[in-house]
């Protein structure tokens, strides 16, 4: 059975940095492309970025562009997000997933539908 797990939520002031890891146990990690979601109260869950399965190539939104980083360690399983300059408009749940991807190990995908697997999130607030 697949289980992503997100840890590093918590609360932090505007400003402020937070990481975020996400640890699967799945043994096709290397063939994933790994994104990072998010959804605020009331809103849609949108995509943040995602990193390549060959770790080469990083997507993220314009509004998290700078200020958040995507990385992953394959040996560990792990993916992470990294995120500095944190606004209040951040504040969400977080969400991990993976797309298993047998194509061009520079695609990232960009689409909730491309991705098969999905963590159970990790609340990041950030307070003003």
Not at 22 to 39: E, K
Not at 76 to 92: F, H, I, R, S, W
Request: glycine fraction near 10%; aromatic fraction near 12%.
């Amino acid at each position: 059975q697949v289980q992503l797990v997100e840890s590093g939520g918590g609360l932090v002031q505007a400003g402020g940095s937070l990481t975020l890891s996400c640890t699967a146990s799945m043994s096709f990690f290397r063939r994933c492309i790994m994104g990072w979601f998010r959804q605020a109260p009331g809103k849609e869950r949108e995509f943040v970025g995602g990193i390549s399965r060959s770790a080469s190539n990083t997507f993220y939104i314009d509004s998290v562009k700078g200020r958040f980083t995507i990385s992953r360690d394959n040996a560990k399983n792990t993916v992470y997000l990294q995120m500095n300059t944190l606004k209040p408009e951040d504040t969400a749940v977080y969400y991990c997933a993976s797309a298993t991807w047998a194509g061009h190990s520079d695609y990232v995908a960009t689409q909730s539908r491309q991705y098969d697997y999905w963590g159970q999130g990790t609340q990041v607030t950030v307070s003003s």
